[in-house]
């Protein structure tokens, strides 16, 4: 029995073709690369051909008895559509090559079309790398139409065009070696060479049509396997929960991930290894934590920030956050807010983590501090930013019932100015005359940073 020697005596061999490869998968003894090989499908073993030299050289040997019958194994047991035997004189492995609809068109890989198997030409193309290697019968010239039928001993398949109109097509170099060959046949054998060509003929065309069945039908189970490959994903995300048992991915968001859609979008043809397909569980679960679940994280920040929120300097509750605190000024800017940690179980030591950040910005003077917002100018400012009126200002020359918080700077300028009140000259009326309202600064704030704060943050 003639087998593969179990390690190659050529040292680069064995050697890895490209750096960062597994050693030890290298150098695995081949009864366990044999065993490994009986659990994976055609499809797996053809990529495995790709992973290193040794496993390419122990897997495409045609004169292999061992080889032979991984692949043959494969086929048979872990394919559900690829039980017939390989056409007369193909061997195992390039038939189930050939056979492998899900690997694309031979010649050019493309991969918005689902090539065809051409069996009697032996060939998987797509329709335009096909269309260059054929001839038309059609327009093949009298001469050499002459001479021989050509309809009668050539094999031929169909080409469909693109107004959907069959046309019989001919393999170029078959067409050219068999009329080469024809010229040499002495007339006297002519009889039964066309006789000997027209049975290979006929046997190769009847041996395709149950393959091109046969093809149809893989392709559709491979279609539907990929399509419950997607769903069983969206499946496998919503039953990961939590620790406190709440479901971490919602399948209304899921779906709506551009991963997902553009997942689903390839879904009418059966390639597997390009688009968002390879690691497909991956991809799909940090896209939902860039979209979805880090957005929850920097609201559920700020609306912790907001409740400990406080105006009164004095204040002894644990933790308060004083709206002149720089947390604010910097947070869009720290890191930890930017990408909180995925596991947030206490709010409390994140803003924890973002207060030592924000100071530690404001010691160096990293980004331009914003004006405090307990400053008339920060009051300004802040409306600006909000793109809104609010009671921000104060006179300090009013008391009692008179005392109330005006809307804007101007506004209560005009106060102080009016006849009415104060009677001051605009010259006379400084910023010492107007004070902000704590209060109302808090509540601005609120909505500037569940407004404006969580937008700017990406
Ligand atoms: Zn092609
Ligand atoms: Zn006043």
């Known amino acids: 029995m003639e087998i593969v020697p179990l390690i190659s005596t050529h040292e680069n061999t064995t050697a890895a073709p490209f750096s960062g490869a597994c050693t030890s998968l290298i150098h695995m003894p081949l009864d366990i690369f044999i ?18 030299r040794q496993f390419h050289y122990w897997l495409n040997s045609t004169t292999s008895y061992i080889t032979r019958d991984i692949w043959n194994y494969s086929r048979l047991n872990l394919d559900e559509h690829m039980k017939l035997d390989p056409p007369e004189g193909m061997d195992e492995i390039t038939f189930i090559k050939l056979s492998l609809i899900e690997k694309k068109c031979q010649i050019c890989k493309n991969d918005q079309e689902i090539p065809k198997i051409y069996w009697v030409f032996r060939v998987r193309l797509c329709t335009k790398c096909f269309r260059t290697r054929v001839t038309i019968a059609d327009t093949i010239p009298v001469w050499p139409r002459d001479a021989i039928d050509l309809s009668l001993i050539l094999p031929y398949e169909y080409l469909v065009t693109s107004r959907n109109i069959k046309k019989c097509v001919y393999w170029n170099s078959e067409l050219i070696s068999t009329l080469q060959e024809c010229l040499l046949i002495p007339d006297k054998e002519i009889g039964d060479w066309i006789f000997h060509k027209q049975t290979i003929t006929n046997k190769k065309i009847e041996d395709s049509l149950k393959r091109t069945k046969n093809d149809e039908n893989r392709i559709n189970w491979l279609l539907k396997k990929k399509k419950d490959y997607l769903d069983q994903i969206v499946k496998t995300l919503e039953s990961i929960k939590d620790d406190t048992g709440k479901k971490i991915y919602i399948k209304k968001h899921i779906l709506s991930q551009p991963i997902y859609k553009k997942a689903h979008s390839t879904l009418n043809t059966p390639f597997m290894d390009t688009g968002p397909w390879p690691n497909l569980l991956e991809k799909l679960k940090n896209e939902y934590y860039e979209n979805i679940i880090i957005k929850q994280r920097r609201k559920s920040i700020i609306y912790r920030i907001i409740k400990l929120l406080t105006y009164r300097k004095l204040s002894n509750t644990k933790g308060e956050i004083f709206i002149n605190d720089p947390i604010l000024d910097y947070l869009e800017w720290c890191p930890t807010f930017i990408k909180p940690p995925v596991k947030l ?17 404001l010691k160096k003077k990293l980004y331009r501090r914003r004006v405090s917002f307990l400053t008339i100018e920060g009051c300004i400012k802040l409306l600006t930013q909000c793109k809104t009126c609010a009671p921000l200002f104060k006179c300090k020359l009013c008391w009692g019932s008179r005392r109330k918080s005006y809307n804007s700077y101007d506004e209560v300028n005009r106060h102080l100015a009016c006849q009415g009140t104060h009677n001051l000259y605009y010259s006379d009326i400084n910023d010492s005359l107007i004070e902000v309202d704590h209060e109302n600064v808090k509540k601005l704030i609120s909505i500037w940073l569940s407004k404006i704060v969580l937008k700017k943050t990406t």
Request: contains cysteine.
């Open 35 to 52: 065993e490994i090989c009986n659990h994976l499908p055609p499809y797996d073993l053809h990529t495995l051909t790709y992973v290193c």
């Open 345 to 361: 179980n206490d709010v409390d030591d994140v803003i924890r983590r973002i207060r030592v950040e924000a100071r530690d910005y």
